[in-house]
């Protein structure tokens, strides 16, 4: 199923119902006064985050959305009842515009709802109607209509945690071991030209593009990468064992990320991870893992995607982490 991260709905809240004429009928007394009930309110329309990356798609072949309509009122006074409330679930991260009003709704939150269109007003029975100097009215009024409008939807994605790295570092590779994901993979740089993205456990991991040097000042799709950084949770660092230097590889996307938009990114929390472990002996590990303790910091885990157990125990400590 393909990624959509825009679209466009209509959506309509639900009409009012009508209020009604009606009399009360009494045991030797026709027509005691007017008795006739409001319309019940039409259903509003909702919008709701939630955490499935992928939901746009599925609306792809149903674009029209309404709300249900209030009943109509009826005798003895009985109010008919309000028409069901229509709720929409949406990624998080997906802004709305309502293209009628320029309203806009922005959801960021699991579970945030939020009202974009209201329902119709039901109306009136005669019984609204009865005065001092109309004790038979025979108005009633009709329901209202709901609120219609086009709905463009824009997902900005936020991810829980986002994968980073330079080029070729085995941040996709990861992601699909991980979450199951299809990340295209390949050993050569720029592979990954737009985010992948995959659940685990609930959870958004997103796998962004490799960063080069000068990435913060715009050279290459960089800066474009970073953006997508910065609505992330997490900053999970990859760094390749495959390297001649982890450690100036790491510095050089440090430096990128420190850099960016006045350090914005460098403050977010950051879990280093040493990649493709099954190329190096334990000694070796050992020695980078010193070398990144002698410049104070912590490798939180070394993997290899051909390695079960450490991919579970990478599973476990980034659940940990984000809950």
Same mark, same amino acid.
């Given at each position: *199923?393909?990624?959509?991260?825009?679209?466009?709905?209509?959506?309509?809240?639900?009409?009012?119902?009508?209020?009604?004429?009606?009399?009360?009928?009494?045991?030797?007394?026709?027509?005691?006064? =007017?008795?006739?009930?409001?319309?019940?309110?039409?259903?509003?329309?909702?919008?709701?985050?939630?955490?499935?990356?992928?939901?746009?798609?599925?609306?792809?072949?149903?674009?029209?959305?309404?709300?249900?309509?209030?009943?109509?009122?009826?005798?003895?006074?009985?109010?008919?009842?309000?028409?069901?409330?229509?709720?929409?679930?949406? @990624?998080?991260?997906?802004?709305?515009?309502?293209?009628?009003?320029?309203?806009?709704?922005?959801?960021?939150?699991?579970?945030?709802?939020?009202?974009?269109?209201?329902?119709?007003?039901?109306?009136?029975?005669?019984?609204?109607?009865?005065?001092?100097?109309?004790?038979?009215?025979?108005?009633?009024? =009709?329901?209202?209509?709901?609120?219609?409008?086009?709905?463009?939807?824009?997902?900005?994605?936020?991810?829980?945690?986002?994968?980073?790295?330079?080029?070729?570092?085995?941040?996709?590779?990861?992601?699909?071991? &991980?979450?199951?994901?299809?990340?295209?993979?390949?050993?050569?740089?720029?592979?990954?030209?737009?985010?992948?993205?995959? *659940?685990?456990?609930?959870?958004?991991?997103?796998?962004? @593009?490799?960063?080069?040097?000068?990435?913060?000042?715009?050279?290459? &799709?960089?800066?474009?990468?970073?953006?997508? +950084?910065?609505?992330?949770?997490?900053?999970?660092?990859?760094?390749? &064992?495959?390297?001649?230097? @982890?450690?100036?590889?790491?510095?050089?996307?440090?430096?990128?990320?420190?850099?960016?938009?006045?350090?914005?990114?460098?403050?977010? =929390?950051?879990?280093?991870?040493?990649?493709?472990?099954? +190329?190096?002996?334990?000694?070796?590990?050992?020695?980078?893992?010193?070398?990144?303790?002698?410049?104070?910091?912590?490798?939180? *885990?070394?993997?290899?995607?051909?390695?079960?157990?450490?991919?579970?125990?990478?599973?476990?400590?980034?659940?940990?982490? &984000?809950?």
């Amino acid at each position: *199923m393909a990624f959509v991260d825009e679209l466009t709905i209509t959506a309509r809240a639900g009409k009012g119902g009508d209020g009604v004429v009606r009399w009360l009928h009494l045991k030797g007394k026709e027509y005691s006064g =007017p008795s006739g009930g409001n319309g019940g309110d039409g259903g509003n329309v909702y919008i709701r985050g939630v955490r499935d990356v992928n939901l746009l798609s599925r609306y792809r072949g149903e674009k029209n959305f309404t709300a249900g309509e209030g009943d109509n009122g009826s005798e003895r006074n009985k109010a008919g009842r309000g028409g069901a409330d229509l709720v929409v679930d949406l @990624p998080i991260g997906s802004v709305v515009l309502n293209k009628s009003t320029g309203e806009q709704f922005e959801l960021l939150k699991d579970g945030e709802t939020l009202l974009v269109l209201k329902g119709g007003r039901g109306g009136a029975g005669n019984a609204v109607f009865k005065s001092s100097i109309n004790r038979s009215p025979v108005e009633s009024t =009709p329901g209202a209509r709901g609120e219609f409008a086009e709905l463009e939807i824009n997902l900005s994605i936020i991810a829980d945690a986002g994968l980073i790295g330079l080029p070729n570092a085995g941040k996709s590779s990861l992601l699909n071991v &991980l979450t199951g994901a299809s990340a295209k993979v390949g050993a050569y740089e720029f592979t990954t030209l737009d985010p992948n993205l995959g *659940m685990l456990y609930g959870y958004v991991l997103a796998d962004i @593009p490799g960063l080069i040097e000068g990435a913060s000042e715009g050279k290459g &799709l960089g800066y474009k990468f970073l953006r997508h +950084i910065s609505r992330t949770r997490l900053l999970v660092h990859c760094v390749s &064992l495959e390297s001649a230097d @982890p450690i100036k590889d790491y510095k050089a996307v440090r430096t990128e990320i420190e850099q960016f938009e006045g350090g914005i990114l460098s403050k977010k =929390p950051e879990f280093i991870v040493l990649t493709k472990s099954d +190329i190096r002996d334990s000694e070796q590990i050992q020695g980078v893992i010193k070398s990144f303790e002698m410049i104070k910091k912590d490798v939180d *885990m070394v993997v290899s995607i051909i390695d079960d157990v450490e991919i579970q125990k990478l599973s476990s400590s980034l659940l940990a982490a &984000l809950r």
